[in-house]
């Protein structure tokens, strides 16, 4: 179970200088252009490779979906592709392949790379996870791996991922958090604040990037805050799993 947050709302994402969400989300979209090309190798060596554990569990988490040969599949902020292809793995005899979509489209290069070396079905699409090229009632399970916190408006978002859920489909949002309290909280928030960005800024020579990186977590709405906001966009039997000494978490819900 995990404990309640005192935090003020947020709407989205800011990064540092933006003004409104337009420019929140142009910010988010250049930084991670910026970034692609040493997003994978700086992902697992921050998280010493346990980022590969986690997509592994969300995945498996929904494997009585993904077992569904007739389920659709989409894997938003799919970045490079990592969550898409572990929900692929768990797919049997399916018939429509996992859709992988980002609004980067450096991003997108490297994951139909890695999908045609590993022999993967996935497709990716270029979208905007706030403005989805898909008609309502489409899919059956929409997942999102460290990107859901990235959204200029967390509302908008998961009403718009509301839209292209069928009625009874499930969403998983998995990301970071920054445990405020327990004996390894002091730890993770010096790794967080001080670490991630040095080591982040060294590798990727970008300052910015990494350092918005923590700012980002600690501004996120805390489990309570993002459960009533799933609420309030029309999910139900909000579930959140806690891994790696609570730094993150999966919240499932099912779409009413
Ligand atoms: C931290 S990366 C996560 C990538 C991947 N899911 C993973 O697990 O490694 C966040 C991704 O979200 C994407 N993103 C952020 N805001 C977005 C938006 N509004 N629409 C589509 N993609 C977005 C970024 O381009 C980036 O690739």
């Not at 980067?104 to 890695?114: D, F, I, Q, S, Y």
């Amino acid at each position: 179970m995990i404990a309640a947050q005192n935090q003020p709302p947020l709407s989205g994402t800011r990064p540092e200088g933006a003004r409104d969400e337009r420019e929140a989300a142009a910010r988010v979209q250049d930084m991670f252009a910026r970034i692609a090309p040493r997003y994978d190798f700086l992902n697992h060596l921050l998280s010493f490779s346990l980022d590969r554990v986690w997509r592994r569990r969300t995945a498996k988490t929904f494997g009585h979906i993904l077992r569904r040969p007739d389920a659709r599949i989409l894997d938003l902020c799919c970045g490079t592709g990592d969550l898409t292809f572990s929900l692929e793995r768990l797919r049997t005899s399916p018939r429509a392949p996992v859709i992988g979509s980002d609004f980067v489209e450096g991003m997108l290069v490297r994951a139909r790379e890695k999908a045609k070396n590993g022999r993967y079905a996935a497709v990716f699409a270029a979208a905007d996870a706030l403005h989805l090229p898909f008609p309502d009632t489409s899919f059956d399970l929409i997942t999102t791996a460290f990107g859901f916190r990235n959204l200029a408006n967390y509302e908008d978002g998961l009403r718009e991922f509301a839209r292209v859920l069928k009625p009874g489909g499930e969403l998983g949002i998995l990301e970071f958090s920054e445990p405020t309290s327990g004996p390894l909280a002091g730890f993770f928030r010096f790794y967080f604040r001080q670490i991630l960005p040095s080591i982040g800024k060294t590798i990727s020579g970008d300052a910015e990037a990494y350092a918005y990186l923590p700012g980002s977590i600690t501004k996120f709405p805390s489990p309570s805050g993002l459960t009533a906001l799933m609420g309030k966009a029309g999910f139900a039997d909000v579930r959140i799993a806690s891994w790696n000494f609570g730094t993150v978490l999966l919240h499932s819900a099912r779409r009413t």
